[in-house]
């Protein structure tokens, strides 16, 4: 389901319709169409609604923010990638879920704890 920019400021209580657009401007936000008729995916919503957190809850300025965002972007691609690495180990046999378990357990011996 799409949202239009309008539906989107008025779906987030504390969003102001220029922060959003110096967002989109600053590439914080990517939404879909043209300046007079951006679609909003549920992504893009739950990334402004994190945004709005961080700037309007959290006080994190707008040299912070692109940091804070891009650290954040990492960490769902780290998670993304180690889903698929779980639901590849997950499909393997028995024997080789055993020995996999079995080395991470070993190099988790092996590395020093942070």
Known sequence: MMLSFNEVV??????HAQDLN????????????????????EIDVARIQLISELFYECDFDAEAMPVVLNLLDQIYGLRRQLNTLTRAIEVQPTEIRIKISQALTESGRQSPQT
């Open 10 to 15: 008025n779906a987030i209580e504390s969003l």
């Open 22 to 41: 110096t967002w989109i401007r600053d590439g914080w936000v990517l939404p879909s169409g043209n300046t007079k008729n951006y679609q909003f995916s």
